[in-house]
């Protein structure tokens, strides 16, 4: 089923690009008959379309070929890795079984050990025990003793600590009224120095303003005079660039590429258009009179001005008669 839907696909896809290169070929026929096209870029067209179609005749038969090759590889591989699979199931099975009888053997051991020790360390830890309980009891006796030493040493500690914060609470009394006083003192001092000084800033800036206003009132008509001569000039330009940008093209276009020329940016160029939608590139030459020209063909109507000077390589694309001259950026 998965076979019937690829060749219905691709049979579908074949007969698109026939209709395709079929409209392709109708509008170079009229281009030729337009003079837009000359017989010998229209010849060099459909000679790159040929080879084009018998290349990807070519890459299609080796894809089926490959594909064939490597369902059969797959095949083979699946056979040997299931064999393979199978004698190693089998070994492992046997190394578990041994394994397995190993490991009960020497678990048998380890609980017999296990019990002989653990019927030592109990003896051991009821000796043990024993022993602390007694060094306890003797600690119990000496803690008693400090703890009763430390508290009356606490509460002498405590009463020297009362009488001196008492006599400090006093002097830090005396000594708070006085620095109250002196700072009243000061702080009256600086507010009236700060007053006289707001009031003679604000005189200053009121004196300031005033000539500030007046030289406004003076300059203002001219501002505006050149601000709206600037914001007309901007408008008009504005409106042409937009126009430019916005025109549509379908069919046959010559884009004429302005020297200095890198091939470089050519070739990259070409890549940029082949990717636009609807657009097809149909043939890149030149000749010394008229220079390096792409020829492209629009298949719907499209801002091929605004889609040109989004593209990376391109310094600057504008109309020239039927064609669009195009400046690329330097490398």
């Given at each position: 089923m998965e076979a019937?839907?690829?060749?219905?696909?691709?049979?579908?896809?074949?007969?698109?690009?026939?209709?395709?290169?079929?409209?392709?070929?109708?509008?170079?026929?009229?281009?030729?008959?337009?003079?837009?096209?000359?017989?010998?870029?229209?010849?060099?067209?459909?000679?790159?379309?040929?080879?084009?179609?018998?290349?990807?005749?070519?890459?299609?038969?080796?894809?089926?070929?490959?594909?064939?090759?490597?369902?059969?590889?797959?095949?083979?591989?699946?056979?040997?890795?299931?064999?393979?699979?199978?004698?190693?199931?089998?070994?492992?099975?046997?190394?578990?079984?041994?394994?397995?009888?190993?490991?009960?053997?020497?678990?048998?051991?380890?609980?017999?050990?296990?019990?002989?020790?653990?019927?030592?360390?109990?003896?051991?830890?009821?000796?043990?025990?024993?022993?602390?309980?007694?060094?306890?009891?003797?600690?119990?006796?000496?803690?008693?003793?400090?703890?009763?030493?430390?508290?009356?040493?606490?509460?002498?500690?405590?009463?020297?600590?009362?009488?001196?914060?008492?006599?400090?609470?006093?002097?830090?009394?005396?000594?708070?009224?006085?620095?109250?006083?002196?700072?009243?003192?000061e702080r009256a001092k600086k507010e009236a120095e700060e007053k006289a000084k707001r009031e003679a800033e604000e005189a200053r800036k009121a004196k300031e303003a005033e000539a500030r206003a007046k030289r406004e009132a003076q300059e203002k008509p001219r501002r505006e005079a050149e601000k709206e001569a600037k914001e007309r000039a901007k408008r008009e330009a504005g409106e042409d660039e937009e126009a430019m940008r916005a025109e549509l093209y379908e069919g046959i276009v010559k884009l004429t590429i302005m020297s200095p020329i890198d091939l470089g940016q050519i070739r990259n160029l070409e890549e940029h258009l082949r990717q636009v939608q609807d657009l097809r590139l149909l043939l890149t030459g030149g000749s010394v009179d008229e220079g390096t020209q792409i020829i492209v063909s629009a298949g719907k109507p499209i801002p091929l001005i605004d889609v040109l000077r989004r593209m990376p390589p391109i310094a600057q694309a504008v109309k020239k008669g039927k064609d669009i001259q195009v400046t690329l950026k330097a490398e």
């Open positions: 019937k839907e690829k060749a219905k696909r691709e049979a579908e896809e074949a007969r698109k690009a026939k209709e395709k290169d079929k409209k392709e070929a109708e509008r170079i026929k009229e281009a030729v008959k337009e003079g837009r096209l000359t017989q010998e870029e229209a010849d060099k067209i459909k000679k790159r379309w040929e080879e084009e179609a018998k290349e990807k005749a070519k890459r299609e038969a080796e894809e089926a070929m490959r594909v064939k090759e490597a369902e059969e590889a797959k095949e083979r591989a699946k056979q040997e890795a299931e064999e393979a699979r199978k004698a190693k199931e089998a070994e492992a099975r046997a190394k578990r079984e041994a394994e397995e009888k190993a490991k009960t053997e020497a678990e048998e051991a380890r609980k017999t050990k296990e019990a002989e020790a653990r019927a030592k360390r109990e003896a051991e830890e009821k000796a043990k025990r024993k022993a602390e309980e007694a060094k306890k009891a003797k600690e119990a006796e000496a803690r008693a003793k400090r703890e009763a030493e430390e508290k009356a040493k606490r509460e002498a500690e405590e009463a020297r600590k009362a009488k001196e914060a008492e006599a400090r609470a006093k002097r830090e009394a005396q000594e708070k009224a006085k620095r109250e006083a002196e700072e009243a003192k």
